[in-house]
T-cell receptor, first 112, second 111 residues
Framework: KAGVTQTPRYLIKTRGQQVTLSCSPI?????VSWYQQTPGQGLQFLFE???????NKGNFPGRFSGRQFSNSRSEMNVSTLELGDSALYLC???????????FGQGTRLTVV | QKEVEQDPGPLSVPEGAIVSLNCTYS??????FMWYRQYSRKGPELLMY????GNKEDGRFTAQVDKSSKYISLFIRDSQPSDSATYLC???????????FGQGTILTVHP
């Protein structure tokens, strides 16, 4: 059974640009959550999607957005990139609420 | 105060030792708890998932939850150098999809 797949693995962008990251959850899982991981703040929740609907959002500015498609694949977008957006972005896949959450390998974004 | 507190370590132990990793949480609404292992430049790997107070064992790993004292632990028996990683505790159940993580404990098991 394939795990959670995130693409691309690495990205280098310039300040002011925008970026789109992709996450394919485990087959049959309908919930996808996104997290930002930095050395200073640790893992912080960005948002969660279930059956194409955003059900929850963390305390991040509106430059961070996402969506989920009918096949449960999810994308997150960051517009007007800032140096502080450099981080490891992780997505987690779950079958339903209150079940195990499985993470992908992450996308390491560097903003220069 | 962070909702989930975890001693960042670092923790260094000899091979074969029993390792004890701990977290405390402040939100009594948390319903379930997970432990993850994260190697450098990799995503977190789920080790244990627990929903109620008590112990849960899986191979060399034992997770312990005490909801009355808001304390969660992970024990690793017969630790191996390959266990060297950052260990993260996480709590959830208060809002859709959101896990609240501790800062992580860096563990080194030396031969």
């Amino acid at each position: 059974k394939a795990g959670v797949t995130q693409t691309p693995r690495y990205l280098i962008k310039t300040r002011g640009q925008q970026v789109t990251l992709s996450c394919s959850p485990i087959s049959g899982h309908r919930s996808v959550s996104w997290y930002q991981q930095t050395p200073g703040q640790g893992l912080q929740f960005l948002f969660e999607y279930f059956s194409e609907t955003q059900r929850n959002k963390g305390n991040f500015p509106g430059r961070f957005s996402g969506r989920q498609f009918s096949n449960s694949r999810s994308e997150m977008n960051v517009s007007t990139l800032e140096l502080g957006d450099s981080a490891l972005y992780l997505c987690a896949s779950r079958a339903q609420e209150n079940t195990e959450a499985f993470f992908g390998q992450g996308t390491r974004l560097t903003v220069v | 105060q962070k909702e989930v507190e975890q001693d960042p370590g670092p923790l260094s132990v000899p091979e074969g030792a029993i390792v004890s990793l701990n977290c405390t949480y402040s939100n009594s609404a948390f319903q379930y708890f997970m432990w993850y292992r994260q190697y450098s430049r990799k995503g977190p790997e789920l080790l244990m998932y627990t929903y109620s107070s008590g112990n849960k064992e899986d191979g060399r790993f034992t997770a312990q939850v005490d909801k009355s004292s808001k304390y969660i632990s992970l024990f690793i028996r017969d630790s191996q150098p390959s266990d060297s990683a950052t260990y993260l505790c996480a709590s959830g159940g208060t809002s859709y999809g959101k896990l609240t993580f501790g800062q992580g404990t860096i563990l080194t098991v030396h031969p």
